[in-house]
């Protein structure tokens, strides 16, 4: 079963910039958009960005100004760079990937720790 697989998590101070990937294990078929969503303990999961296979882009108003979402088609693999980190940044992020087909691939989440 094709995975997909969150890098790029870790601890940094805020202000600073973190850079996550999201690549799958395998080829994935009827790819329509990309995104990352994050969840903090206690609470929901939510939408942090997104990316279609047109390359339109949107964003939480948290987000806005701050991350940038970009895909490389060849390798596969979207990104979510985040600048200007603030401690309520801190969450896992999750990369979802959804296809023409209705189903929904999610990655395992990778931790960002934002400290003041």
């Known amino acids: 079963q094709v995975q997909l697989v969150e890098s790029g998590g870790g601890l940094v101070q805020a202000g600073g910039s973190l850079r996550l990937s999201c690549g799958a294990s395998g080829r994935i078929f009827g790819i329509s958009a990309m995104g990352w969503y994050r969840q903090a303990p206690g609470e929901q999961r939510e939408l942090v960005a997104t990316i279609t296979s047109g390359g339109s882009t949107t964003y939480a108003d948290s987000a806005k100004g701050r991350f940038t979402i970009s895909r490389d088609n060849g390798k596969n693999t979207v990104y979510l760079q985040m600048n200007s980190l603030k401690p309520e940044d801190t969450s896992v992020y999750y990369c979802?990937?959804?296809?023409?087909?209705?189903?929904?691939?999610w990655g395992q989440g990778t931790q960002v720790t934002v400290s003041s």
């Open positions: 979802c990937w959804t296809t023409v087909y209705r189903r929904d691939y």
